[in-house]
Structures are given as C-alpha cells and as structure tokens.
C-alpha cells in the first residue's frame, strides 16, 4: 500500500512570495490534516479536512493560509504572503477513521525556507 | 483548548536499558493518545496507541499505560536499541479529531 505523497519536499522562497504544497492520501482514507512543524516543536494541526469538507480549521491563519480538497481526495496548501516565521516543515497525514479507527499516517514533509 | 505537556526533552540510555516518557494532558474528553517515532527528516510514524477506555497495552518492547483521573499517559521502551534513538511524540485527541502534540523527546540509545 503507497503511503502519504507529498511534493515539493523541499522549498525555499522570499518573504510575501505565494507557496503552495500537494498531498496525495492513502487510497481510501476520508479524512486528511495538514500540519506546521517548526524546529524542535511538535506538529501543530492547521486544517483537517473530512472527504472535501472542512471539519477544524479553528488554528489555520485564515489571512494568509488557505487550502482545498475539491474531490475529496488530494489536497493543496497554500501560504500567501509568506512570512519569516513560515518557515517549517508541512506535514500531510491521512486516516480511515473507519469503524472507529483513529490512526493517522503521514507524509514526508515539505520543508519550507522563506528568507 | 488541550494542552499537552511531555517530557523528559531529552533522553539518554545504555542500550539495554529502559525509557519512559511522561506527558500530561488538559482536556478530560480527549479520549485517544497515540506516540509517535520521528526520524531526522521523515514524517512521524504510528509506534502504539491507547484509548481511554484501557489502562495499558502493550506491543513487544513498548507498552503505554494511561490514568485518565490524572490526566496521563506514558511510553515505555524496554531493551532499547540504537535503532529507537529518534525523537518521539505523544498526542492527544477526541476521537481522531483536533489532535494536539507534545513537544517531544530527543532519545539517545548509547551502544
């Protein structure tokens, strides 16, 4: 079974530059979370998404974070403008939450510099 | 909303030897806390998990126990192995929803 796809892993832009970041799920999986991990610190959730809609996006800043999941299936997420403290890594995970699964699997990361 | 807190930020121990990871939570209806393993540039990866309606479990050389009228839960690592060195993550979640992580722990297995 694939894991979670993410793309690009790395990248590196100016401050008030537009990013945005794809996540492909695992096959099957309903539910999907972005997440920001800054240096030394645990993820924090931005967004999680339920087939395509939106179930907590209650710490995504909504001013200049945006993201999408159109057909319930691949996500993008985008930082526009980007700031000095973006920089972090972006995570995807995805889980079944079938039969009361709660498991989550999740991407390698995109690691985002912005100078 | 929950706070995890976690620790020790730092561990390390003779391979062989046991480690124990501590972290607390706020939030009395968080009901799932999953751990985490992370590797240098790689996403966290699943190691074990509990929900509040069991005390503990246990898989091979890790085991979580959890004591929900504190309001905490713990991973055990017995005869660890250079391969656990990694920095782990505990969480804590109602019902694979609003997931909130610890700040980790930088584990050191000495050979």
């Known amino acids: 079974e694939a894991g979670v796809a993410q793309s690009p892993r790395y990248k590196i832009i100016e401050k008030r530059q537009s990013v945005a970041f794809w996540c492909n799920p695992i096959s099957g999986h309903a539910t999907l979370y972005w997440y920001q991990q800054i240096l030394g610190q645990g993820p924090k959730l931005l967004i999680q998404?339920?087939?395509?809609?939106?179930?907590?996006d209650s710490q995504l800043p909504k001013d200049r974070f945006s993201a999408e999941r159109l057909k319930g299936v691949d996500s993008t997420l985008k930082i526009q403008p980007a700031k000095l403290e973006d920089s972090a890594v972006y995570l995807c995970?995805?889980?079944?939450?079938?039969?009361?699964?709660?498991?989550?699997?999740f991407g390698p990361g995109t690691r985002l510099t912005v100078t | 909303g929950e706070n995890v807190e976690q620790h020790p930020s730092t561990l390390s121990v003779q391979e062989g030897d046991s480690a124990v990871i501590k972290c607390t939570y706020s939030d009395s209806a968080s009901n799932y806390f999953p751990w985490y393993k992370q590797e240098l540039g790689k996403g966290p990866q699943l190691i074990i998990d509990?929900?509040?309606?069991?005390g503990e479990k246990k898989d091979q050389r890790i085991a979580v126990t959890l004591n929900k009228t504190a309001k905490h839960f713990s991973l055990h690592i017995t005869e660890t192995q250079p391969e656990d060195s990694a920095v782990y993550f505990c969480a804590a979640s109602r019902s694979g929803n609003q997931f909130y992580f610890g700040t980790g722990t930088s584990l050191t297995v000495i050979p």
């Open positions: 998404f339920q087939n395509n809609g939106v179930v907590d």
């Open positions: 509990i929900r509040s309606n069991v």
């Open positions: 995970a995805s889980s079944s939450q079938g039969a009361g699964g709660y498991e989550q699997y």
